[in-house]
T-cell receptor, first 113, second 115 residues
Framework: DSGVTQTPKHLITATGQRVTLRCSPR?????VYWYQQSLDQGLQFLIQ???????AKGNILERFSAQQFPDLHSELNLSSLELGDSALYFC????????????FGPGTRLTVL | DAKTTQPPSMDCAEGRAANLPCNHS???????VYWYRQIHSQGPQYIIH???NNETNEMASLIITEDRKSSTLILPHATLRDTAVYYC????????????????FGTGTRLQVTL
């Protein structure tokens, strides 16, 4: 158990819909990262937040957005969903120290039908 | 971040040492080598990291060549539970608060441990 929680575990929805994925980082971790893992693209970095502020962006689509709240939990919003958005979405957090280790949550499996 | 090259797959007999190679010939002086693994579809798990010296922890050992252009992850006594995809990642060093960087995953090595 990494200490990072993600909800829901599974999500099935239809094309065109909007969903929200939630992540609670380990206690005390200020940085949260979102990654997408699809069969054809592998594990890809989407976006990073640090203490409520966006810190880095990866290959995140404009239809996707994220935020980190004052209690440090984060949400990833996916809208106008397409079949190709079906993937595992992982959240990770880090204690932001010299070790720089990222702790990953169990992921949310999104299926778009 | 520097690019890494790993073999797509390897087999190892249970109880034997698993040696997973990684090439990172364009690594910069301020970049570390990190290893993560992903068991089935679980979240990736940190294994070990190093700069230039060999490192060992309870999970594995990391051997980095003197020129730092390649490294080897060693699982000393592989078990069936070590079957996973192993990712070698090169990543800039943490400098100060707020500078922790993303992980750039390649395709990794799929290690299959067999009886």
């Amino acid at each position: 158990d990494s200490g990072v929680t993600q909800t829901p575990k599974h999500l099935i929805t239809a094309t065109g819909q909007r969903v929200t994925l939630r992540c609670s980082p380990r206690s005390g971790d200020l940085s949260v990262y979102w990654y997408q893992q699809s069969l054809d693209q592998g594990l890809q970095f989407l976006i990073q937040y640090y203490n409520g502020e966006e810190r880095a962006k990866g290959n995140i689509l404009e239809r996707f957005s994220a935020q980190q709240f004052p209690d440090l939990h984060s949400e990833l919003n996916l809208s106008s969903l397409e079949l190709g958005d079906s993937a595992l979405y992982f959240c990770a957090s880090t204690e932001d120290s010299g070790n720089n280790e990222q702790f990953f949550g169990p992921g949310t499996r999104l299926t778009v039908l | 971040d520097a690019k890494t090259t790993q073999p797509p797959s390897m087999d190892c007999a249970e109880g034997r040492a698993a040696n997973l190679p990684c090439n990172h010939s364009t690594i910069s002086g301020n970049e570390y080598v990190y290893w993560y693994r992903q068991i089935h579809s679980q979240g990736p798990q940190y294994i070990i990291h190093g700069l230039k010296n060999n490192e060992t922890n309870e999970m594995a050992s990391l051997i980095i060549t003197e020129d730092r252009k390649s490294s080897t992850l060693i699982l000393p006594h592989a078990t069936l539970r070590d079957t996973a995809v192993y990712y070698c990642i090169v990543r800039v060093a943490w400098m100060r608060t707020g500078t922790a960087s993303k992980l750039t995953f390649g395709t990794g090595t799929r290690l299959q441990v067999t009886l």
